[in-house]
Nanobody
Framework: QVQLVESGGGMVQAGDSLRVSCAVS????????MGWFRQAPDKEREFVAA????????LYADSVKGRFTISRDNAKNTVYLQMNSLKPEDTAVYYC????????????????WGRGTQVTVSS
């Protein structure tokens, strides 16, 4: 059974950096394209970033481009989201997701989801 577990969330101030991680178990990470999504209170879940199986291709939402970096370590079965220059509007629960098919911005492309980790950015 494939499981995704996010960690590394917390409360930071605007301008700070934070790295969240997603540990995958039950299957090799190299089997999946991976994505990060987030959901703020009273808002729909939105795409943040995605990465292909080898790590050479990435995709970002316009709102985080230049500030966030997605990466993966297939040997450690872990995906990361490095978040720099954080803003209060980045406050959300961050979810990682795994796709058997393609790295994409559409949540419907993803087969497995973690339970999320809270990131709170104060002004």
């Amino acid at each position: 059974q494939v499981q995704l577990v996010e960690s590394g969330g917390g409360m930071v101030q605007a301008g700070d950096s934070l790295r969240v991680s997603c540990a995958v178990s039950g299957s090799a990470l190299s089997s999946f394209a991976m994505g990060w999504f987030r959901q703020a209170p009273d808002k729909e879940r939105e795409f943040v970033a995605a990465i292909g199986r080898s790590g050479t291709t990435t995709l970002y939402a316009d709102s985080v481009k230049g500030r966030f970096t997605i990466s993966r370590d297939n040997a450690k079965n872990t995906v990361y989201l490095q978040m720099n220059s954080l803003k209060p509007e980045d406050t959300a629960v961050y979810y990682c997701a795994a796709s058997y098919t393609v790295y994409a911005s559409r949540s419907t492309e993803y087969n497995f989801w973690g339970r999320g980790t809270q990131v709170t950015v104060s002004s």
